[in-house]
């Protein structure tokens, strides 16, 4: 387990096996045995577990694939898919990660796991559980991204990764109308202060965050076929070209298009002019029982 700049040894014991759909191979859930292992531990694996296949089948449909079985950079992989969810003590203040030193020989990068595997942290209460569902979207997408951006030779910018990302939650149903009480409120943040924030500056804080799942989501409802990005991150352009390949026109008009989305906040029809089904400035009540009122421009 690597959370930069320190290396841990996570023990840990596979509590779930989780037929990949499509016959791939499966999906194996670890928990970190620091962990307790009891009713309320085999209930999140439980929960995680179960709605794994629906993330599995989304992002592959929108995004693409992750590597295949056989010769990857320098390791040979098997079909499966490796998911650790570890003690919070070792993530870092980190939800969950995809690092692709993983799909490395441990002779290059000492602390490779040599699989195809990503990260959550363990929560155990109702919105940990329901952000850890959505970083199962999130972390997928990056690993799926770093494979079709590593087929066509070029390395995806920072900001669209990670739009992408924000739009795989949106998809698999983790989005901020339904469960993602963290980014609605961070959401806010960006709000509060947006016309200083950059879209391609990518700063890793939680106003970038919200800003490019903004971005991500309404780019992809907007310019993708049927919802799908794949011809982009097929393509050999990356960042502001990638953009611009996907929407057919300028980056600067497709930001000004996005501005107006934010502005106009047609959330009914959605389109060139809003995200439909995401009121920015509605208010959205979560099954735990908290609520976040955006405060959209």
């Known amino acids: 387990l690597e959370t930069s700049p320190n290396y841990y040894l996570a023990t840990s014991t596979c509590r779930a096996i989780v037929p990949l759909p499509g016959g791939a191979g499966n999906a194996y859930l670890y928990l970190d045995?620091?962990?307790?292992?009891?009713?309320?531990?085999?209930?999140?694996?439980?929960q995680l577990a179960s709605a794994w296949p629906q993330i599995y089948t989304a992002v592959r449909n929108n995004f693409g694939t992750e590597p295949p079985a056989g010769l990857f950079n320098d390791i040979t992989l098997s079909g499966d898919i490796?998911?650790?969810?570890?003690?919070?003590?070792?993530?870092?203040?980190?939800?969950?990660?995809?690092?692709?030193?993983d799909l490395r020989a441990s002779s290059t990068y000492a602390a490779s796991n040599e699989r195809k595997i990503f990260y959550l942290t363990y929560y155990d209460n109702s919105s940990g559980i329901a952000y850890s569902k959505g970083t199962l979207a999130h972390e997928f997408q990056h690993m799926v991204n770093h494979r079709e951006r590593k087929a066509a030779g070029v390395a995806e910018k920072s900001w669209l990764n990670e739009a992408m990302s924000g739009y795989?939650?949106?998809?698999?149903?983790?989005?901020?109308?339904?469960?993602?009480?963290?980014?609605?409120?961070?959401?806010n943040t960006y709000f509060s202060a947006m016309n200083q924030n950059s879209l391609v500056h990518w700063r890793g804080d939680s106003a970038d965050y919200a800003q490019v799942y903004l971005f991500g989501t309404w780019l992809g409802k907007r310019y993708g076929s049927?919802?799908?990005v794949q011809s982009m991150l097929q393509s050999a352009s990356v960042g502001t070209a990638a953009v611009s390949l996907l929407a057919g026109k300028p980056f600067g008009t497709v930001l000004s298009e996005f501005a107006l989305a934010l502005y106009l906040?047609?959330?009914?029809?959605?389109?060139?002019?809003?995200?439909?089904?995401?009121?920015?400035?509605?208010?959205?009540t979560y099954p735990w029982g908290s609520s976040v009122t955006l405060s959209g421009p």
């Open 33 to 46: 045995d620091t962990v307790t292992w009891n009713t309320t531990a085999s209930g999140v694996i439980d």
């Open 82 to 101: 490796w998911i650790l969810v570890a003690h919070n003590g070792k993530m870092g203040g980190t939800g969950g990660f995809f690092w692709s030193g």
């Open 168 to 187: 795989a939650e949106h998809l698999c149903g983790y989005g901020i109308p339904t469960t993602n009480s963290t980014r609605a409120s961070s959401a």
């Open 226 to 228: 049927a919802g799908s």
């Open 265 to 284: 906040n047609d959330h009914v029809n959605g389109g060139t002019y809003g995200i439909q089904g995401l009121n920015l400035r509605g208010t959205y």
